[in-house]
């Protein structure tokens, strides 16, 4: 088995670890309120709860990536980071307490923060054109797990026996239901997943490098800027035969096996281009949990919907969200990222401002209030794709390979963040949708201003630009 077999095998079985971590999203959800409620847990324990796995994996994203870094290695840091969700479902399956459901919920999430490592080995495993078409197919990969886990739900909520001192009931169920998958997953991950070599060895990057040498052609071009140039995915080769005498940072050798010795984390992270993209993942998440927030009250104050109707709704934007992901896989081919970008961000703030015309003060009766709400939720749902997807592979082009895991944590830790406060926002302005909807307007026409500000900034570096010849071979 060659390095591209076992790199595709690789992706696969990546993509098995997002669509687990959807459907462990989605078999939980609906129960956990009600199994608080069975241990007499106080209502804020719900919100407590769901941040808890976001919180974990906030912190530790960034300590898997800086491992990742170090060591250049994954599949190990995959297989302990699945043990956390092991123990963490397993806890939740047991459920004594609400403390300890509570921290069942956080050590599941320490779990998630491996996810940094994930996106530092995609990076380094692809080719810059094809790398904003893999990141779509993981990324579904996980919206196919939210859509497929109500499923699971038909069967876990028959359950009502004891297997020991523990009881199995429909509270308890997708605990160890999810248990038993992460388990399974770990033997899926130690036959099918590779440390394979960087994209750029395997496409004979070495030979690429000596034509360059005797053409002697420098990688960075007389009178540039290096702080332009200092915005590229580098292998160890390309690092080395960077031949001016001020090379940028991400092109200088690499000595030792540290990767952070030539890199500064200021220069790294408050560059113009990295910090748009960072607050577009912040803003974009920040409005996308907000939103899911207002979504149910909204439905319930408006259409009188239960359980089985935001069940179909969540089905129906679940496949609208995939079919989004596989269209931007395909586009990302055709167009650059930043235009990929633009685009979700103008859906994005289209999506908003009919939200605010129409959602605020619906009139006009139920059909044309149903209307409204559904083109609201289409436009919204139709803009994600475009952002989450080029947002992450323009963020892994304009920073350095040897840290794209401990910056992938990073970015990680921001979108953690935005969940985290999304919810809160909304939750204390369902009955002010004005403010709500205002507010994240605001945001988005910030981030699309700064977006068209630094445009000609978002794009590969000159550097990976004028090597993509040696890409396109393998």
């Not at 077999?5 to 696969?12: A, T, V």
């Not at 001192?165 to 999810?178: E, L, Q």
Request: net charge neutral; glycine share 10%.
């Amino acid at each position: 088995m060659d390095n591209y077999q076992k790199r595709n095998l690789s992706f696969i079985t990546t993509g098995l670890i997002f669509l687990l971590s959807g459907i462990e999203y989605a078999v939980i959800l609906p129960t956990i309120w009600r199994y608080l409620q069975i241990l007499e847990a106080p209502p804020y324990f719900l919100g407590l709860g769901l941040s808890a796995f976001s919180l974990s994996g906030l912190l530790t994203g960034p300590l898997f990536g800086l491992w990742s870094d170090r060591s250049r290695t994954t599949k190990s840091i995959i297989l302990f980071s699945n043990l956390f969700e092991v123990a963490g479902n397993f806890m939740y399956f047991i459920g004594y307490s609400k403390w300890l459901l509570l921290s069942s919920r956080l050590v599941a999430g320490i779990g998630a923060g491996a996810g940094s490592s994930i996106f530092g080995f995609l990076t380094r495993s692809t080719r810059p054109e094809e790398r904003a078409g893999v990141f779509a197919a993981i990324m579904a990969c996980r919206q196919v797990g939210l859509l497929i886990g109500p499923a699971f739900n038909l069967f876990l909520r028959l359950c009502d026996f004891k297997v020991g001192p523990f009881v199995v009931n429909k509270y308890t169920s997708p605990g160890i239901f999810m248990c038993l998958l992460w388990i399974l997953l770990q033997f899926v991950i130690l036959a099918f997943y590779w440390d394979v070599p960087p994209i750029s060895s395997m496409d004979g990057g070495v030979e690429m490098l000596e034509m360059k040498e005797e053409e002697q052609v420098p990688l960075v071009e007389p009178g540039e800027d290096p702080a332009h140039t200092y915005k590229a995915v580098h292998s160890d080769q390309l690092e080395t035969s960077a031949s001016s005498e001020n090379p940028p940072l991400s092109c200088r050798p690499s000595t030792g096996k540290n990767p952070f010795k030539n890199v500064s984390a200021g220069r790294e992270f408050l560059r113009e281009e990295v910090v748009v993209l960072l607050t577009a993942q912040f803003i974009t998440l920040f409005n996308q949990t907000a939103l899911e927030t207002m979504v149910t009250p909204l439905t319930q104050r408006y259409f009188s919907f239960g359980e089985l109707g935001n069940s179909l709704m969540y089905s129906l934007c679940g496949v609208e969200v995939i079919l989004g992901f596989f269209f931007v896989r395909w586009l990302s081919r055709k167009v650059a990222d930043r235009a990929v970008l633009a685009v979700g961000l103008v859906i994005c703030c289209t999506a908003c401002i009919w939200c605010l015309i129409f959602l605020t003060n619906p009139q006009g009766g139920y059909r044309w209030e149903m209307i409204a709400f559904i083109t609201g939720v289409f436009l919204q749902l139709l803009g994600l794709p475009f952002v989450a997807v080029s947002q992450v592979s323009l963020f892994s082009k304009v920073t350095a390979e040897k840290t794209q895991g401990f910056s992938q944590g990073v970015r990680r830790s921001i979108g953690g963040l935005a969940t985290i406060l999304g919810p809160l926002w909304a939750g204390g302005l369902t009955n002010n949708l004005y403010v709500m909807l205002g507010v994240m307007l605001a945001l988005l026409a910030m981030i699309t201003v700064m977006m068209v500000l630094s445009y000609s900034h978002l794009t590969e570096p000159r550097a990976v630009q004028s090597t993509q010849g040696s890409y396109s071979g393998g």
